[in-house]
């Protein structure tokens, strides 16, 4: 098994580490299917107070990541891999990410992840090491972190051997098996009456063809309430 590696080019390593290495990415990471290191911008800082920022040009509030640290940070990790991943820089300036994206990036080895902080980042240094930009949503946040994080989450369950079984993929939201993007079904499990509500019967008839049409149905009625820009 090839494991897919996950970079984070941060200021705030262990909130990128605490959050992933739990639950599902956690048990991935143990079963050796994915791998995800945080690297702290600030060991590539340019003087020995750890300086990474600076005020910006032109003048404004807020400072801007200076690119030598970032810059030596990325190069540092390909001589260490002996190859350039793709670099994806975490803005609301972008486009916005999508299962498409995650299903398309998870065939990569290695990916690198940029969080930018403070008021961003030097936009030479993203020039100069062809990052793309990806943001996950028409809102603002602090910084980059979440954002990757989010990402990573996202792209390391498509990967092999991180789901319990492959199955999981496939028949849910948005997912691959779902052709023309229908929200997924309503889940129920024990109690078969809880306060008062029963599960639907058809649920509990063991009748298969049945099963599936009632969740097809309720996939549709579903999609058509809640997102119905997804029927087109
Ligand atoms: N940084 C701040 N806000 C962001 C967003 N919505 N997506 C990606 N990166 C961000």
Not at 14 to 28: P, Q
Not at 98 to 113: G, I, N, W
Request: hydrophobic share 40%; glycine share 10%; charged share 25%.
């Amino acid at each position: 098994m090839v494991p897919m590696n996950f970079y984070v080019l941060t200021l705030f390593p262990e909130m990128v580490t605490e959050g992933l290495h739990t639950s599902v990415l956690g048990r991935g990471i143990d079963k050796g299917a994915i791998s995800i290191e945080a690297i702290n911008i600030r060991d590539y800082a340019i003087n020995n107070h750890g300086q990474v920022d600076d005020g910006p040009y032109g003048g404004g509030a807020g400072m801007v990541m200076r690119p030598e640290p970032i810059y030596d940070a990325f190069e540092d990790l390909c001589s260490r891999l002996g190859r350039r991943p793709r670099l994806l820089y975490m803005t609301p300036q972008a486009q916005v990410f999508s299962q498409a994206m995650a299903r398309e990036l998870a065939q990569e080895t290695d990916l690198v992840f940029l969080c930018g902080h403070y008021e961003g980042v030097d936009e030479r240094v993203l020039e100069i090491l062809e990052a793309e930009n990806v943001s996950i949503g028409d809102y603002v946040l602090t910084g980059g972190e979440l954002p990757a994080m989010v990402m990573i989450d996202c792209i390391g369950r498509l990967v092999p051997g991180v789901l319990h079984n492959d199955e999981s993929t496939l028949d849910e939201s948005f997912g691959a098996a779902c052709v023309g993007g229908l929200l997924e079904y309503p889940h129920y499990t024990r109690p078969e009456m809880f306060m008062g509500r029963a599960v639907p019967p058809v649920l509990l008839s063991g009748h298969h063809k049945n099963i599936a049409d009632w969740r097809r149905e309720q996939s549709i009625r579903r999609t058509r309430e809640r997102r119905p820009d997804l029927l087109g």
